[in-house]
């Protein structure tokens, strides 16, 4: 048998050290952003005057890549204090807000939640580590589509997202163990109570545009419990009645199928 060439001798021994340095780099890219993450649980978070102390919710925060849930341009500030833009006049929250809320929810990993107004998909996700199924709905078709296949490229399979008017809930899949709504109605919605089972939970910013409480709902029997827990500024609830292609006739109307 002839032997190995000097050339071909060098191409083998080349070969492992491309094979690990490829991976390497893609961990030293994504660590810098998990370094951003875990200064964000500890700076807004877990710091005296935010006191989020639900372990789980905690470790979720520190999980979810926030990065990837916002605009490419803006992923060098996905970890800062603040709501930042996602296009249609839309935002996707604060990650203290997303933390309050689904503390707030008290998420257990059997439980089934709604959320309404999916936006990026961020608070889908997070809720997605700490339950069994997500249901979300999101009233603006392009970032219902982006949200679904971005969850769905993320690797998330417990959450089915839909196209449509969360008011009137998702009535297929009630009822549900908790309900989250991140976008403000002037009153509770009926279709939304109804959903929720006996001793659920349900957190949703109520009011006009600037004028808005966090409220804490808790369901017993025909009895809702209600506490204001946070004053906030959410986008308000739009209605699909408003949007012009929808004076179709009836039979046309029917609620779009989970993306
Ligand atoms: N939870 C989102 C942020 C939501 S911003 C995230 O993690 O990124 C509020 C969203 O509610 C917006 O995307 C807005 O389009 C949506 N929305 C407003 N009215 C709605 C309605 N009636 N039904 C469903 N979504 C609605």
């Given at each position: 048998?002839?032997?190995?060439?000097?050339?071909?001798?060098l191409?083998?021994?080349?070969l492992p050290?491309?094979d690990?340095a490829a991976?390497?780099l893609?961990?030293?890219a994504d660590?810098?952003?998990?370094?951003?993450?875990?200064?964000m649980?500890?700076?807004?978070l877990t710091?005296?005057g935010r006191d989020?102390?639900?372990?789980q919710?905690?470790?979720?925060?520190?999980?979810?890549?926030?990065?990837e849930?916002?605009?490419?341009?803006l992923?060098s500030?996905a970890y800062q204090?603040?709501?930042?833009?996602?296009?249609?006049?839309q935002?996707?929250?604060?990650?203290?807000?997303v933390?309050f809320?689904?503390e707030?929810l008290e998420p257990?990993?059997?439980?089934?939640?709604?959320?309404?107004g999916?936006?990026s998909?961020?608070?889908?996700a997070?809720?997605?580590?700490?339950?069994a199924?997500?249901?979300t709905?999101?009233?603006i078709k392009?970032?219902?589509e982006?949200?679904?296949?971005?969850l769905r490229r993320?690797?998330?399979?417990?959450?089915?997202v839909?196209?449509?008017?969360?008011y009137?809930?998702?009535?297929?899949a009630?009822?549900?163990d908790?309900?989250?709504v991140?976008?403000?109605?002037?009153?509770v919605p009926q279709p939304l109570?109804?959903?929720?089972k006996n001793?659920?939970?349900m957190?949703?910013?109520?009011?006009?545009t600037w004028n808005q409480e966090?409220?804490?709902l808790?369901k017993h029997g025909d009895?809702l419990?209600?506490h204001a827990?946070?004053?906030?500024?959410?986008?308000?609830m739009?209605?699909?009645?408003?949007?012009?292609e929808l004076?179709?006739?009836k039979s046309?109307?029917?609620d779009?199928?989970?993306l």
């Open positions: 048998m002839r032997k190995p060439t000097l050339l071909k001798t191409w083998l021994m080349a050290v491309v690990i991976p390497r893609a961990v030293a660590d810098s952003f998990a370094h951003a993450r875990q200064r649980v500890a700076e807004q710091a005296p989020i102390t639900n372990a919710v905690l470790t979720a925060m520190g999980k979810v890549p926030r990065h849930f916002v605009p490419e341009g992923r500030l204090d603040r709501p930042l833009p996602i296009g249609h006049d935002t996707i929250s604060q990650p203290y807000i933390a809320m689904t707030q257990r990993p059997t439980d089934c939640v709604l959320e309404i999916t936006g998909g961020y608070q889908a997070v809720l997605a580590d700490l339950v199924q997500v249901y709905i999101e009233i392009d970032l219902a982006g949200a679904a296949s971005n993320l690797g998330y399979t417990n959450v089915h839909r196209a449509g008017d969360g009137k809930g998702w009535p297929e009630a009822p549900f908790a309900i989250i991140t976008c403000a109605p002037e009153k109570v109804e959903q929720l001793g659920g939970r957190i949703i910013p109520v009011g006009s966090l409220v804490l808790r009895k419990d209600r827990v946070l004053p906030v500024r959410f986008v308000p739009t209605r699909q009645s408003q949007e012009p004076s179709k006739p046309e109307q029917a779009q199928p989970s």
